[in-house]
């Protein structure tokens, strides 16, 4: 018989503002297909329907999608903001406890601390066990300092209150242990993954957005992130501008939006390169997918990436990758270039060393696409199940 698991999320694509969204529809789909029986639960109701596993939306009106974001459109008083993302994390939590006693099922799983409330708040109807999945935490995005009191406590009963944790990487499990003081047999690590049929390398000719700057003869040196303090942009402007020292034919372009992106265009003008840097903002599907073809170089700076899912779709897409030591991904992947965050000379010599010499971009590249291809999330849910599996064993 197949195990029925009820699955707390926050978002689904394409109603989703960053990777947790994907990394949610990647497991579901491929727990799906390995004879999982999964409800999907969802805050609100969005217009999608995903094949393999049934959606439940816990309150069932139709919602505006963005303002229901934890990353999207911010209120601009920061308390305000935190204030109605809680209100609707509570309302989340009071409607999972009908949901459970709708929908029969084995075991919880709960994605984050969004959804932590809502799987505690349904084991308490169902008595079925809990898994908590953490993707990333109040710890990452504060920078290890500034974490928002009421965030933490809820990612910590989160993690209390479950019977085992997933962690999205090694790097995410130490930080679990020693941040969050949860024992380390308790804590499972399962890669993300990737569906590399979605990547695809080759693109229809005169398609691509940046096909102008290629044929002038630039080099395009690609972000894609939140701007934000963890994800560290600055040192990718500051990078840029000792780049174009030695190839000053290059256009850094950043694919994102977050609180830093007036800081950020204030120094690259600050550095005088403003001419050479591209603000894309947020983007997504087609476009998305044809900057990571066309760059030449793809930039995961970060100071704390629990994974880090555009790194994998870089290199899926065929194109090389810089990345940052401190991150899960870099567990992942070995056929990438890895940096200390806090090395700006390396990474300026790494990614001058990529641009001038084609036989290592080539190298990358090949090597790199082959690798991503083991990288599946149908690994990741067999690693899930067998969690699942000890769990219901344990009760």
């Keep these: 018989m197949p195990i029925r698991v009820l699955m707390f999320g926050w978002e689904l694509p394409p109603f989703n503002s960053g990777g947790l969204g994907v990394a949610c529809d990647g497991l579901s789909t491929a727990l799906a297909q390995q004879n999982i029986d999964l409800t999907f639960v969802l805050p609100h109701r969005f217009p999608i329907n995903k094949g393999g596993f049934r959606l439940v939306f816990a309150d069932d009106q139709p919602s505006d999608w963005s303002n229901q974001s934890p990353y999207l459109h911010p209120s601009s008083s920061p308390a305000a903001y935190i204030r109605d993302l809680l209100l609707s994390v509570r309302r989340y939590a009071r409607n999972a406890r009908r949901i459970a006693a709708e929908n029969p099922h084995d075991l919880i799983h709960a994605h984050d601390w969004l959804c932590f409330p809502a799987g505690i708040s349904a084991g308490q109807v169902s008595d079925r066990p809990l898994v908590s999945h953490i993707h990333a935490t109040e710890y990452d995005r504060s920078g290890g300092s500034g974490a928002d009191p009421i965030v933490y406590s809820l990612e910590k009963q ?68 939140r701007l934000t303090m963890s994800k560290a942009p600055d040192n990718f402007i500051r990078a840029a501008a000792r780049v174009l020292e030695y190839q000053p034919k290059t256009v850094f372009l950043l694919a994102g939006s977050g609180e830093m992106e007036s800081q950020v265009i204030s120094l690259a003008a600050r550095l005088g390169i403003s001419d050479k840097v591209l603000f894309a903002g947020f983007i997504r599907g087609t476009l998305l997918h044809q900057v990571f073809r066309t760059a030449d170089l793809f930039i995961m700076p970060s100071v704390s990436e629990p994974f880090g899912l555009t790194a994998l779709e870089a290199v899926a897409s065929g194109t090389p990758a810089l990345i940052s030591r401190q991150s899960g991904v870099s567990e992942a992947l070995s056929h990438v270039l890895k940096v200390d965050f806090w090395d700006i000379d390396e990474m300026v010599n790494q990614i001058v060393s990529v641009l001038s010499h084609p036989p290592l971009h080539d190298a990358l590249q090949a090597n790199g696409r082959k690798e991503v291809k083991g990288v599946s999330w149908a690994a990741a849910a067999a690693k899930t199940i067998e969690i699942y599996k000890k769990v219901l064993r344990k009760n």
């Design 158 to 225: 989160g993690l209390d209150e479950a019977d085992a944790v997933i962690a999205v990487s090694n790097f995410t499990k130490r930080l679990l242990t020693t941040h969050y003081f949860q024992p380390a047999s308790k804590v499972n690590v399962v890669h993300n993954g990737i569906k590399t049929e979605e990547f695809g390398f080759e693109s229809p000719s005169g398609t691509d957005i940046l096909d102008p700057l290629k044929k002038a003869g630039y080099k395009v040196v690609l972000y894609v992130g």
